[in-house]
């Protein structure tokens, strides 16, 4: 049986776990709320706020690469599930002004619907119908709206069992499915709008999705992702049940309070939110590789950057890098030797961009060892700049520019971090730094 090692005498990954989904981090993000999934893999996030204030406003578009821009701040207030709709704008809900509106990818907006109460998470037919998930805080009791093509909004469905509505999803014979937040029941709502308890989650759910042929919930007060089969059958597909934010084997990762999530086009990565807190806080966008063993997954989490890497043809030298939590920096240590033969540290603080680590490299002078020790006679002299792309968890290419010699160097993994856990992938993936 083969195994991959990953942390020095105290974690081997093998090939039977390996088949087992996968959790890396992507992204971390002042936003936790509706996740769409555009087909070239562009994921767009708006920010529900922090669950007690609902005070978000913000709409944000990340590339595979991971690289954050603001679509719009201009959502008032509490923007919470979305979609894609076929001419790439975002229909986008807008919770505590009871609409329904259209991001276009320049920023503007455009009331698309309004007078729904409570709206939280949407889903469209193959018709261009829009159905809304509500869960009202007062006033009318939680209903599914229809909104067709051309705005007008009609309750379609309104049940007294249904509670609280948070999430929706359609799946391939146009039956609607939500869970109740409420109580945990999911209901199956027919094309005719005919309400049943089609299945009994183990605790309240939220957002939900219909994918490969069955469906994903997520259970935010359990920190776990449930996935529920065609015959109602529920079973825990991720999480632990503690509370954090452990990456690996789904049998061993840990969510903070889930909310919402979303499925790749192709139906192989999920993508979850990280918890309650919105706009006061970062959360981790975390990934779920259904498939691994299909390989070239959409990491490595290049987080597991961290730790110590070499070049075996250069006994005697080598890099410690530690990348900064939510910056997406990395501060990076280079122990060689300057162009006469002595030993000397290089040091600099790196910028991920894409699939890369760049950082202009410094050489520290001044000080002496012990006491006494003057902070003011340091000196910082620039010396040049490096340039890292990882290939796969355990090879960095590491190109360099210093003191005037250029080169390039292939550095493997020497040790990583304990609980830092990276997911093997085949070539050359899209690599993202979290």
């Known amino acids: 049986m083969r195994s991959v090692f990953l942390l020095p005498a105290l974690l081997w990954v093998t090939s039977a776990a390996a088949q087992e989904p996968q959790v890396s981090t ?19 996030i708006a920010d529900f706020g922090d669950i007690n204030t609902l005070a978000g406003t913000s709409l944000f578009k990340v590339s595979t690469a991971g690289e954050i821009s603001l679509i719009t701040d201009q959502l008032n207030t509490g923007p919470s599930g979305n979609l894609i709709d076929v001419d790439g704008s975002i229909l986008q809900s807008v919770y505590l002004t ?26 469209q037919d193959g018709n261009g119908n829009l159905f ?20 007008t909004v009609s309750q379609f469905s309104a049940d007294s069992r249904f509670g609280c509505l948070s999430g929706i999803t359609i799946d391939d014979n146009g039956d609607l499915f939500s869970p109740s937040f409420s109580n945990g029941s999911v209901f199956k709502i027919t094309p005719q709008g005919e309400v049943s308890v ?22 935010p007060g359990a920190n776990q992702i449930a996935r529920m089969d065609r015959a109602g059958n529920v079973s825990i597909l991720a999480g632990t049940g503690a509370a954090g934010t452990v990456d690996g084997p789904v049998s061993q990762a840990q969510f903070n309070s889930p909310f919402h999530l979303e499925i790749s086009p192709d139906g192989r990565f999920l993508y979850v939110d990280g918890g309650p807190n919105g706009d006061i806080a970062f959360n981790p966008v975390r990934i779920i590789d259904l498939f691994p063993a299909e390989g070239n997954p959409i990491v490595p989490r290049l987080r597991s950057i961290t730790g110590a890497w070499n070049d075996p043809a250069r006994d005697g030298e080598g890099l410690l890098i530690q990348t900064i939590q939510e910056q997406n920096r ?21 910028d991920f961009s894409g699939q890369q680590v760049q950082a202009d490299m410094r050489v520290t002078s001044g000080g002496v060892f012990g006491l006494p020790f003057d902070p003011a006679q340091i000196q910082r002299t620039p010396v040049g700049s490096i340039n890292m792309s990882m290939t796969d968890c355990d090879n960095i290419v590491l190109d360099f520019d210093i003191t005037g010699i250029t080169g390039r160097q292939n550095l493997v993994r020497t040790f990583s971090l304990e609980d830092q ?6 070539g050359a993936p899209a690599i993202v730094f979290d």
């Not at 089609?198 to 259970?219: C, D, R, S, V, W």
């Not at 856990?421 to 085949?426: H, N, Q, R």
Request: glycine share 10%; charged share 10%.
């Open 26 to 44: 992507f992204i971390n993000i002042q936003a936790t709320a509706g996740m769409s999934v555009a087909a070239d893999g562009t994921l767009y």
């Open 98 to 123: 009871n609409r329904v509106v259209r991001v276009r990818q320049d920023g503007s907006i455009t009331d698309f619907a309004t007078g729904i109460p409570g709206p939280d998470d949407l889903v």
């Open 132 to 151: 809304v998930a509500t869960c009202p805080f007062t006033g009318p009791a939680a209903a599914i709206y229809q909104v067709d093509a051309a705005g």
């Open 198 to 219: 089609f299945a009994q989650l183990p605790a309240p759910g939220t957002h939900i999705k219909f994918a490969n042929n069955e469906f994903y919930i997520m259970l």
């Open 330 to 350: 990395a501060a990076i240590f280079w122990a060689s030797y300057d162009p006469d033969g002595n030993q000397q540290w290089y040091t600099g603080i790196g």
């Open 421 to 426: 856990v990276c997911v093997p992938g085949d």
